[in-house]
Nanobody, 117 residues
């Protein structure tokens, strides 16, 4: 069972920046089809994709965050980061780390991001 732990959420004013981190208890980026990513869920809404990154380096972003958010992994095989710039109130949500390792999917507990003046 892979454990995922997120960190870095908080309160930020519109136009500000935040960086999220997620560490997995096992290496994920060891097989081309494995991936890690971020999803978010706002109150009263369904969970939605924010960004994903495959072991092969392929990224996928929601249209609403393209050009503002960047997903990366650094040199580690068990960590993923999300740099969020030009934040908007509509980015307010609980952000969940996601990992797909072989045929299994894992979720973190989530970290709150609030964008408000």
């Amino acid at each position: 069972q892979v454990q995922l732990v997120e960190s870095g959420g908080g309160l930020v004013e519109p136009g500000g920046s935040l960086s999220l981190s997620c560490v997995a208890s096992e290496n994920i980026f060891i097989f081309s089809m494995n991936s890690m990513g971020w999803y978010r869920q706002a109150p009263g809404k369904q969970r939605e994709l924010v960004a994903t990154l495959s072991s092969g380096g392929i990224t996928n972003y929601a249209d609403s965050v393209k050009g503002r958010f960047t997903i990366s992994r650094g040199n580690a095989k068990n960590m993923v980061y999300l740099q969020m710039n030009s934040l908007k109130p509509e980015d307010t949500a609980v952000y969940y780390c996601n990992a797909n390792k072989y045929s299994s999917t894992y979720w973190g507990q989530g970290t709150q991001v609030t964008v408000s003046a």
